[in-house]
């Protein structure tokens, strides 16, 4: 979705683009073109770019830990690739809603759509697939992983598509205030979740917990219950910790820790592997909740995660009804400036930078980086018009699911896999794609 006007070429974030938009009638379309152009080529480019620094992290954060996802506080390089997807849907979300001549009609498309974007993440990231190391496939339903970055971006796509279509005011937009008082209801919105979110992190009390350890099936190599159970000691509320937090005790109630992810990437602290920031094994004397699953997609911080979406619509909003590049420049980057003073802020005032929490401070911090990135962008291939040399990326962005599942879900590499030589340890999976 990438058009300044809301063309019929438009794409919804992360869907196949031939599904129907949320488009305006005939009718309802401007008389007069957008002077800068109707394709807004930068978001084609924000999001080829997101999907290979995703590509990027996974492929090589293994061999350099320093870009693979922090471990549990701080944040890295891979840590604003979810950000950035979420951040340019919401972008998106506000060109395609620019029109909404039938909100019934409008709902339902983006019910079908979120639908679509969720089944497709429980089908590639639920366990239906083992990786490129492995000829099997199957998952059992007992421990199927419920939730995860398609998941996570089709609960963001819903709330804030939902929240444009039905509680944008229809007032005009012809002065600063007029914009805050159309859009207003939606930042409210927002502020009830983010409160929501620090309400329960910091006010919910985490009872000790039991969890399975699994055991290995030894014909099919995957993870099966019904070993030794484990208790984490907690009896504790606030704690933003890997064992005892909010986030984690939410995912267990709602989901059940069979359904969680199992390799979370806490294994990587001081605390559970040798090999820290890598994975590694064991320390001496680690503690029992090493061993323990968490969703790093889970519930509560999927809310959280839904508010850079909503920042996301507010950046589109500025494409909508400011026309001129020094505008959008301007209050782009003022915009990208306060949100990334303000993660600090929360960061100094006790609430640490954290992906798998997606705590508030990162939310700000993570979101601030997603605008002055679009700002950058923008600029270079919008603004002065050198778009050759993101020719690649931009077809990256305009095919970003396709890219996404057959790259960074390892679909090509497992599929490829499939054709070996005498033996399956001589497969074009190897040779293409160096797996194995």
């Known amino acids: 979705m ?8 438009e794409r919804t974030p992360l869907l196949n683009s031939e599904v129907e938009e949320i488009l305006p009638t005939q009718s309802d379309a401007p008389a ?3 002077p800068i152009g109707r394709r807004l080529v930068s978001l084609d480019v924000f999001r080829g770019l997101t999907v290979a620094l995703m590509i990027l992290v996974d492929d090589a954060g293994g061999a350099f830990p320093v870009i693979n996802h922090s471990p549990w506080f701080g944040v890295t390089l891979a840590d604003f690739v979810m950000p950035f997807f ?57 421990r199927i992983r419920w939730l995860g970055v398609l998941q996570r971006i089709s609960i963001g796509y819903f709330l804030a598509a939902m929240s444009e279509i039905w509680l944008v005011s229809n007032i005009s937009v012809d002065s600063p205030m007029s914009f805050v008082k159309k859009y207003c209801i939606e930042w409210v919105v927002a502020i009830l ?50 064992p005892c937090n909010a986030v984690g005790l939410i995912d267990r109630l ?41 969703d790093p997609e889970g519930i509560l911080s999927s809310l959280m995660a839904s508010i850079t979406c909503f920042a996301g619509l507010h950046f589109g909003h500025f494409i909508v009804h400011y026309k001129s ?16 003073l303000c993660g600090y802020i929360v960061q100094f005032l006790g609430m640490p930078f954290s992906k798998p929490l997606y705590t508030l401070s990162y939310m700000f911090l993570t979101t601030g980086a997603s605008g002055f990135l679009l700002t950058l962008i923008y600029y270079i291939v919008d603004s002065k018009g050198f778009r050759k040399p993101f020719i690649l990326l931009q077809w ?9 599942a057959l790259a960074a879900c390892e679909l090509f590499p497992a599929a490829m ?16 794609c160096g797996a194995g």
Not at 201 to 228: A, D, K, M
């Open 193 to 242: 979740l983010s409160s929501l979110y620090v309400g329960l992190v910091y006010g919910l009390h985490v009872p000790n917990w039991t969890f399975e350890l699994p055991s290995t099936n030894s014909t099919l190599s995957i993870p099966s219950y019904g070993g030794r159970a484990e208790t984490v000691q907690c009896g504790v509320r606030g704690s933003l910790e890997p």
């Open 325 to 340: 590049h020094a505008q959008r420049l301007l209050l782009w980057s003022m915009n990208s400036l306060v949100f990334f």
């Open 417 to 432: 896999q499939g054709f070996y030589w005498r033996s399956p340890s001589n497969n074009l999976g190897i040779q293409i």
């Open 396 to 404: 990256m962005g305009m095919n970003a699911l396709i890219v996404y």
């Open 254 to 294: 709602l989901l059940g820790e069979r359904h969680l992810y199992q390799r979370p990437v806490y294994r990587r602290t001081k605390d559970c592997s040798i090999n820290s920031p890598d994975y590694g094994p064991l320390p001496p004397n680690s503690p029992v909740w090493c061993l323990a699953p968490f």
């Open 32 to 34: 007069k073109p957008d």
């Open 86 to 142: 979420l951040f340019g849907v919401g972008v998106s979300i506000a060109l395609v809603c620019k029109k909404i001549p039938n909100k019934v009609v409008s709902t339902n498309k983006v019910i079908v759509r979120t639908v679509k974007l969720f089944l497709l993440g429980l089908i590639l990231q639920g366990g239906y697939f083992h990786g490129r190391d492995s000829l099997t496939y199957g998952v059992d339903i007992d």
């Open 2 to 9: 990438d058009s300044v006007e809301v063309a019929t070429e």
